[in-house]
């Protein structure tokens, strides 16, 4: 196993976007995609209301669906949120959680992140964890340090490479076009994979680790291209199949 390369992952995170009109896009792509030998895994997560609806427009086609967030507990007096088990049962293979939006806007620590990657595993998915640093503690050069700690803060005990992916999201480069430099990248990736093997042993080369931030059809493959880049997690340009599809192909 060591030194293998594990096979990647291409996520779309629709975020609060896409309501039954979006179907269109995942039955486009899926049409796209039928015959294109792939050296990678695809992902959609749709909100929460309309996760079935997708996964059956998708249904025999080489995309999965993922949540975009749940609960630490299976069930009980949680108003508005959604059990780890209940998105399983909607159709979803893995959750992100931990995606820099919860972390600020909802406040979640990494203690929380972790409860919901447990979670994810308790009801038999995988987790995506999300971690990155905001513009600030970069310019302090604090990337590193903010990553190690939000890697081991996060990472359930029981993690494995196939249960877990990790997602690297520079909070600054989230939603603004803005990427780091190919060399950031690679750094912060080269970083991750140093302390998944200090923290995992034997797992930690599997484990995949996913760059997200301003992903695009025109920057996708000088970044994929960097080692351990194994994937992508994509927001805006998941939206629409064409450009999805572009970001795809630099694994076909
Ligand atoms: P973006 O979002 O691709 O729109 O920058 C990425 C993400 O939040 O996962």
């Not at 992902?43 to 993922?66: E, Q, W, Y």
């Not at 990472?155 to 490479?161: E, I, K, R, V």
């Not at 989230?174 to 797992?203: F, Y």
């Amino acid at each position: 196993m060591a030194g293998e390369v594990p096979r990647a992952l291409v996520a779309g995170n629709w975020k609060m976007n896409g309501g039954l009109a979006m179907l269109k896009e995942p039955r486009l792509l899926a049409g796209m995609l039928r015959d294109v030998k792939l050296r990678a895994d695809v992902m959609i997560c749709p909100p929460a209301v309309i996760l079935r609806r997708v996964k059956s427009v998708v249904k025999g086609s080489k995309i999965k669906i993922g949540g975009q967030d749940c609960h630490w507990e299976p069930s009980g007096a949680h108003t508005g949120d959604i059990s780890a088990e209940m998105l399983k049962e909607a159709g979803c293979s893995a959750v992100i959680v931990g995606h820099s939006e919860r972390r600020t806007q909802h406040h979640e620590g990494d203690e929380v992140v972790r409860r919901k990657a447990q979670a994810c595993h308790r009801a038999g998915i995988s987790s995506i964890i999300c971690i990155g640093e905001t513009l600030e503690e970069r310019k302090a050069g604090q990337t590193l340090d903010v990553v190690k700690r939000q890697l081991k803060g996060s990472l359930p005990d029981l993690a494995t490479a196939a249960n877990t992916v990790i997602a690297y999201e520079p909070v600054w480069a989230i939603g603004t076009g803005l990427t780091p430099s190919t060399a950031e990248v690679a750094e912060v990736h080269a970083h991750i994979r140093a302390e998944l093997g200090r923290i995992l042993a034997a797992e930690s080369g599997q484990m995949r680790i996913l760059y997200g931030g301003s992903v695009k059809p025109s920057n996708a493959a000088e970044l994929m291209s960097q080692p351990h880049v194994n994937g992508a997690l994509v927001g805006g340009a998941s939206l629409k199949a064409a450009d999805f599809l572009g970001i795809i192909k630099v694994y076909a």
